[in-house]
Every structure is written in C-alpha cells, then in structure tokens.
C-alpha cells in the first residue's frame, strides 16, 4: 500500500510552512509516531509526525522549502 506524508492543518492563521529539518532518508523504515520533519510557522516550530508505517519509497521536499497545508512531503510503502 502506498501512503503520503503531508502537511497537516494547524488550525492557524497562516497556511504556510518551511522545512526545517527532515528526519527520514529514502530507504528508511518509518512507525506511526515517527518525527519526520520539523515544520516552522510564522509562529511556532513543530514537529511533524508519520500517520503511516512502511518503507520511505520517495522525499519530494527539500529543508527551507516552504509548503501549504495538504501538500505531500514523502511517499511511503
């Protein structure tokens, strides 16, 4: 099965996030729970937890891109 991560909503002002740090490399297995990424808002920093489990297949992110909630940040099978 094939899962996304994504940038979930916070429920805040803004809609826009910057990678700061990702947690996980290709090839990498990965649990519910798991800190992915540290995401940064014009307001706070969080860390971004996997709702899947599986093998991190593909990262189409980079650290210091900047995202809107509901985009993908990594494939997971």
Known sequence: MVNKIIIPSAGQITDEF????????????????DIVAEIETDKS??????????????????????LETGQTIAIVK
């Open 18 to 33: 910057k990678i700061i740090k990702l947690n996980i490399e290709v090839g990498q297995k990965i649990n519910e729970g």
């Open 45 to 66: 920093t969080m860390e971004l937890e996997s709702f899947c489990k599986g093998t991190v297949y593909k990262i189409l992110v980079k650290e210091g891109d900047i």
